[in-house]
Nanobody
Framework: QVQFVESGGGLVQPGGSLRLSCAAS????????MGWYRQAPGKQRDLVAQ???????TYADSVKGRFTISRDYASNTVYLQMNSLKPEDTAVYYC???????WGQGTQVTVSS
């Protein structure tokens, strides 16, 4: 079964940037798309960005223009570049394909002054 390991989270001030990485234990080409999800305390897990095998990207309205998703098939890694971070971006971030149950531990992002 595929495993995903997220990293790159941390504490950042409002307006700052972070780059998240997600390393997969097998080829991500297996999946027709990969996404980044986030879950804030007391809230449901939501999709924030998705990239298809063809390279098409979609973003939640709340992150459009600030976040950029990308992937590297050679290293089986998915990235999320996050700029102009806001306190409301605080959450645990996970990468995951559209279907299945392969949730990893996630990486905590905290935006605070």
């Amino acid at each position: 079964q595929v495993q995903f390991v997220e990293s790159g989270g941390g504490l950042v001030q409002p307006g700052g940037s972070l780059r998240l990485s997600c390393a997969a234990s097998q080829s991500i080409f297996t999946f027709w798309a990969m996404g980044w999800y986030r879950q804030a305390p007391g809230k449901q897990r939501d999709l924030v960005a998705q990239i298809t095998s063809g390279g098409s990207t979609t973003y939640a309205d709340s992150v459009k223009g600030r976040f950029t998703i990308s992937r590297d098939y050679a290293s089986n890694t998915v990235y999320l570049q996050m700029n102009s971070l806001k306190p409301e971006d605080t959450a645990v971030y996970y990468c995951h394909p559209p279907t299945g149950q392969y949730w990893g531990q996630g990486t905590q992002v905290t935006v605070s002054s």
